[in-house]
């Protein structure tokens, strides 16, 4: 455990991932999960997040206005797999027995954190008040077939999915990627892509998943923007959160 003028972290681990829970000095209530991108560690009382120093202004901005937020490593890259799944599951249970928070929680994602943050409100039906994603990645599927030109990458990316959603490498395209579907979501939601990126492309991503929510009448709002993102849209993603907070029931 370790404190900072405005806030207090506590360190813990979960079947053996590092986690973290950020409590502020004066709690509004309400909770944030926010999860990294591939590679952005969490570590035992550190986190990618922490270190970066525009990240790190926006978790202390939501610290400063009351924000309790929470994290963790989960396996590293898992790129949503199902022990992912199953571990922020039990993180989210974890920290709703330490703290007092609303159970409708904000979540706030980059790159792969938005595809673990989807695939739990799938297989646990979790009611998220908003979700607000950096330069998501939202297709497994558009990945794996964008990646399979760069063979170098594509290599390593392979072990990591066979990993993580523990099956044969040869196994993957019959396995996971046939079949996969594009997540979906009835939380409103926000996103700011670069598009510059050449990973989550906007096209086969953001692009993609705004279009299939606006068929199912569901929210969100795309955002093309240039890096740095952080902490140019600090402000809006304020606003936005605020906007899902005039009821403490599920507010949609």
Request: aromatic content about 12%; proline content about 5%.
């Amino acid at each position: 455990m370790y404190e900072s003028s405005t806030s207090m972290t506590r360190a813990f681990r979960l079947d053996n991932q590092p986690c973290l829970l950020h409590i502020p000095e004066k709690p509004n209530g309400y909770l944030v999960l926010y999860l990294g991108d591939s590679g952005h560690y969490v570590e035992d009382n550190q986190a990618f997040w922490l270190e970066h120093p525009e990240r790190s202004k926006f978790i202390h901005y939501l610290l400063d206005k009351g924000y309790t937020l929470f994290t963790s490593n989960l396996y590293g890259n898992a790129w949503g797999s199902k022990k992912s799944v199953h571990l922020l599951n039990q993180l989210y249970q974890h920290v709703r027995r330490q703290v007092t928070v609303n159970p409708y929680i904000h979540v706030v994602a980059e790159g792969m954190g938005a595809l673990t943050a989807l695939h739990w409100q799938e297989k646990h039906n979790m009611a998220f008040r908003s979700m607000t994603f950096f330069t998501p990645c939202l297709s497994l599927k558009a990945l794996y077939e964008q990646e399979q030109m760069n063979q170098l990458y594509f290599k390593r990316f392979k072990k990591e999915l066979a990993q993580s959603y523990e099956i044969d490498e040869n196994h993957i395209d019959h396995e996971i990627i046939k079949d996969y579907q594009m997540p979906k979501t009835s939380s409103p939601v926000l996103i700011f892509h670069d598009v510059a990126n050449p990973y989550y492309t906007v096209h086969n991503h953001s692009r993609r998943f705004e279009e299939q929510q606006q068929e199912a009448d569901h929210t969100v709002e795309l955002k093309l923007a240039i890096q740095p993102i952080l902490p140019r849209v600090t402000s809006t993603v304020l606003q936005f959160l605020r906007s899902y907070e005039s009821t403490l029931e599920n507010p949609y």
